[in-house]
């Protein structure tokens, strides 16, 4: 049983109850959390040069700028989360949001993505992030077309070697993108 706190409509705040069997005995659980929509991550990969495409982008929870995978939201609203958790056609709404994201942000048309990990937030917070190696591409003849509250300042192609160093000197601040890229690199060396 699941009972809603606040929401601002990206965000709301659970409370459950669940009862486990352990060892015979019932036992019921409460617990708090964060429920937020998905987001996608995409590994652009230049697989003759071993080299993933960065964008630059200010964040503001950083206030600072950022070497990002492109990637963004799935759903415009929890709302629209929910009623896709309920049908049960949730990778079929991230799966249309990859070819839009790299799109809007890279201008790259993109071909054949593949799902290479759903990575869990934990901690008390259900945010998934659907990362896909993208491999075949073209260049869009209109380039990117950010959002309106997306800054971002140059794209960089960056070498394994120098994606490993990046991730090493914590100049790519989201954790769960790191341990991706270097589980990926690790096992595409």
Not at 67 to 83: N, T
Not at 135 to 164: A, C, H, M, Q, R
Request: with cysteine; hydrophobic share 35%; net charge negative.
């Amino acid at each position: 049983m699941e009972t809603i706190g606040a929401n601002n409509g990206f965000f709301e705040f659970v409370t459950s109850e669940e009862e486990f069997i352990i060892e015979g005995n019932s036992k019921t659980v409460k617990r708090n959390f964060v429920r937020r929509p998905p987001g996608i991550r995409a590994l652009i990969i230049n697989k003759e040069k071993k080299s993933i495409l960065f964008s630059k982008e200010f964040r503001y929870e950083l206030n600072d700028w950022d070497l990002r995978l492109p990637g963004g939201k799935v759903f415009d609203s929890l709302d629209a989360y929910k009623e896709s958790l309920r049908i049960g056609d949730v990778l079929d709404h991230v799966e249309l949001t990859v070819p839009k994201e790299v799109l809007e942000e890279i201008g790259l048309i993109v071909k054949n993505p593949k799902l290479i990990k759903v990575s869990k937030d934990g901690a008390g917070v259900v945010w998934d992030l659907f990362y896909y190696e993208i491999t075949d591409y073209e260049v869009s003849e209109n380039g990117p077309k950010l959002e309106e509250d997306e800054v971002i300042n140059g794209y960089e192609w960056k070498t394994f070697d120098e994606v490993i160093e990046l991730c090493a000197s914590n100049q790519i601040h989201e954790d769960r993108t790191v341990g991706v890229l270097l589980t990926y690199i690790l096992n595409n060396k």
